[in-house]
């Protein structure tokens, strides 16, 4: 399952940016980075509400801002890319 996850997290204080590193952490432990607050997150419905409450775990309700986007299996057709950085494909050969 395809999800489109965005975040803008309080920075004004110390822990404001603490929460941000957490969140970007958890972020690029599921999914890939496609611009600074975003991040396509491909997995399976339940690695994907552990994620979820992660975040919600992490983010300060009141200052922060949490979005998820579901894009579902057919993720393809809804998806397009415009301009800089050569888009991925999730689902293709991993190389380590």
Request: with cysteine; glycine share 6%.
């Amino acid at each position: 399952m395809m999800s489109v996850v965005s975040y803008d997290v309080s920075t004004t204080d110390v822990a404001g940016k603490r929460r941000l590193r957490k969140v970007a952490k958890e972020c690029v432990n599921y999914g890939q980075r496609v611009q600074n607050s975003v991040f396509e997150v491909d997995v399976n419905y339940s690695t994907f509400l552990k994620l979820k409450d992660k975040l919600e775990n992490i983010i300060d309700h009141d200052k922060d801002s949490l979005r998820i986007y579901y894009l579902g299996n057919n993720w393809k057709k809804r998806v397009e890319h415009i301009g800089a950085k050569a888009t991925y494909d999730p689902e293709g050969a991993l190389i380590i």
